[in-house]
């Protein structure tokens, strides 16, 4: 692959390309719990939070496909592996065992502020420090969105 020539430094793009990489494990982590409790959700509201995991699984999966995108377009390769993302995520993939709404809202909601922290920790220093502004607004966008669906999740659980 050609080394792109976008106005970023090699060393710049090496470490945007490293937080990238935590993102989209984190992101990955998400994608699959939320598969995993649309395929097990239990209860008496079964039918609309099985709909809404199906619509969050889905955002998700773009999500994530986009966040490596932007690895790709600075030059570096995704790292496809669950080991690799098992190493960087700052969440866990293991759950807490209960299938009913108020359990799986609550546990996604950790997971989505766990998200938020750390995107809000990293907007600026990919924009000051290593001069990507792009990549800077589109994690800020992706905090966005992590916002309003734990915004959501909170509501349900009030």
């Keep these: 692959m050609k080394t792109p020539n976008i106005g970023i430094s090699d060393e710049n ?25 649309h395929w097990n959700i239990e209860g ?9 995991l199906e619509t969050l699984y889905n955002e998700q999966q773009e999500v994530v496909d986009t966040v ?23 969440l866990t993939e293991k759950t807490k065992g209960k299938n009913d709404s108020q359990s799986i809202f609550a546990e996604l909601l950790e997971d989505h502020e766990s998200i938020i922290i750390f995107l809000r920790e990293e907007i600026k ?12 607004d589109y994690l800020t ?4 969105q992590h916002e309003k669906t734990a915004w959501m999740l909170r509501s349900h659980l009030k």
């Design 44 to 52: 008496p509201d079964f039918h609309s939070v099985h709909l809404y």
């Design 68 to 90: 490596a995108e932007k690895i790709r377009m600075i030059g570096h390769y995704v790292s496809a592996s669950l080991e690799k993302y098992s190493e960087l995520t700052h």
């Design 13 to 37: 793009r090496q470490a945007i390309a490293d937080q990238l990489s935590i993102v989209l494990a984190d992101e990955f982590v998400l994608y699959s719990k939320i598969l995993n409790f």
């Design 125 to 136: 220093p990919i924009a000051d420090k290593w001069k990507a502004d792009g990549i800077s």
């Design 141 to 144: 966008g992706l905090m966005e």
